[in-house]
């Protein structure tokens, strides 16, 4: 069972204190110069040992590592051309890359707009499957009413029938047996 309040705090107070000695220095100065640096060591190298650091780029004009240009989405076309850039890895530049992940991006907006209407449809349909129960319930009443009025007439026809001796005998060939 895990401990709480004060007891919870006593073991934790320690762990605290010690989790900064733990941690290698870091920050935006120390790791954007230890980046840089590691970009650098690698130009004229290879492609792949280049793209081994996730914050670096190659660009296969110059065979240069360069450092990846955090604060912009692409690279600028001072450091390296789009189609010579690669980033990740190196059988893709970055146009195929921009052309593909928008292809995967309108793919995927059109897949949800597909399923959204969906979606949507699907809302609609009880609205009309309640419109088509009452339009089934009002053509259920409407049969009731017919048979109703059926019968109520073929009551009047047997009345006038009866009245005036007009009787629909059973077996029509029933007066012939006697």
Known sequence: MEPRGPARAAL????????PLLLPPS???VSAQSAAAACSE??????????????????????????????????PS???????ARWGVCWVNFEALIIAMSVVGGALLLG???????????????RSDKEEERAAREREERRVRQEERRAEMKSRHEEIRKKYGLFKEQNPYARFEN
Do not use: M
């Not at 001072?78 to 010579?84: D, E, P, Y």
């Not at 707009?113 to 949507?120: G, L, P, V």
């Open 12 to 19: 934790l107070g320690p762990l605290l204190l010690l989790l």
């Open 112 to 126: 949800i707009t597909i399923c959204c209407c969906c979606c949507c449809r699907k809302k609609k349909h009880p």
């Open 78 to 84: 001072s450091l390296c051309q789009l189609s010579s």
């Open 42 to 75: 690698n130009t004229n190298k290879s492609c792949s040992e280049c793209l081994k650091n996730v914050s670096c780029f190659w660009c296969y004009t110059n065979n240069a590592c360069l450092d990846y240009p955090v604060r912009k989405i692409l690279p």
């Open 27 to 29: 920050g935006p100065a």
